[in-house]
């Protein structure tokens, strides 16, 4: 099964519609709750992050039996060194979103604690792709 | 406890998402970083905050929490209480700071 989202940059009222939409769909899909919780958690993170960093981009969801596989792809200023970006506490996020309460620099650290393969690729200037991967607990 | 003996006891607001008031709360999160909150917040837990915008909602849907308290007499914003409503997670006030609400939720849980 695969769905798809769309994100606009700065569009903070619907910043977390995406994330939403799948927590419901996992559920119907009677996925372990801990499983759930967890997706959640980084996807929620990672849809933040286009909406605070990026211009624009897409959400893919892929959900088979033993796992789900979420594609951020964002048209972007892209992240100039992924180390520094991973570590907890840096953020490049304006004044305007810090004061919101994001941009603590806790974002991606979040969503790697909550997944079980993170991929990052990124291109200054162009675009940032996040790759999640969470496999389901076998019960 | 209920979140609507929590609001008696404390004698809090409730601006928002009154069909929530029944939720159980299971403990408490004080934190204005929406991150922290998102991981570190469990599910059932009363959320302390001085945030007042529609994210929180979000997040407290996203993490099922039993409901959010403003302190400092801030109200939320209308889409904020408006997403409340939809999501049965009330939103609760009080002229307190985050330090002393936090307090006497803490002492109130204890019992």
């Avoid at chain 1, 594609?71 to 506490?89: H, K, T, Y």
């Avoid at chain 1, 806790?106 to 200037?125: A, C, H, P, Q, R």
């Avoid at chain 1, 790759?131 to 389901?136: D, E, L, N, R, V």
């Avoid at chain 2, 004080?30 to 959320?47: C, F, K, R």
Wanted: charged share 20%; net charge negative.
């Amino acid at each position: 099964m695969q769905i798809k989202f769309a994100i606009e940059g700065g569009d903070f009222a619907t910043a977390g519609c995406a994330s939403s939409q799948v927590k419901k769909l996992l559920k119907q899909l009677n996925i372990d709750p801990s499983d759930i919780k967890k997706i959640v958690v980084a996807l929620y993170e990672a849809e933040v992050n286009i909406v605070a960093h990026a211009y624009r981009g897409t959400i893919t969801v892929q959900i088979d039996p033993q796992k789900i596989i979420i594609v951020l792809d964002d048209e972007g200023p892209g992240i100039a060194d992924i180390n520094l970006a991973m570590q907890e506490g840096y953020s490049t996020a304006t004044s305007k979103v810090r004061e919101m309460g994001f941009g603590a620099g806790m974002g991606l650290s979040n969503i790697k604690k909550n997944s079980d393969e993170l991929n990052i690729e990124s291109i200054v200037g162009k675009g940032t792709k996040l790759t999640i991967t969470k496999f389901f607990a076998t019960s | 406890m209920k979140v609507c003996d929590l609001v008696n006891k404390l004698n809090l607001q409730v601006y928002a998402g009154e069909k929530g008031l029944s939720r159980e709360i299971t403990g408490g999160y004080t934190s204005d970083l929406l991150s922290d909150v998102m991981g570190n917040a469990e599910q059932g837990e009363i959320w302390v905050t001085l945030q007042t915008h529609k994210n929180t909602m979000a997040i407290a849907s996203l993490k099922d929490l039993a409901a959010i308290v403003l302190v400092k007499g801030n109200q939320p914003e209308a889409d904020t209480a408006k997403m409340s409503n939809e999501e049965e997670i009330p939103i609760l006030g009080t002229t307190l700071s985050s330090f002393e609400i936090t307090g006497r939720i803490f002492e109130a849980l204890k019992l």
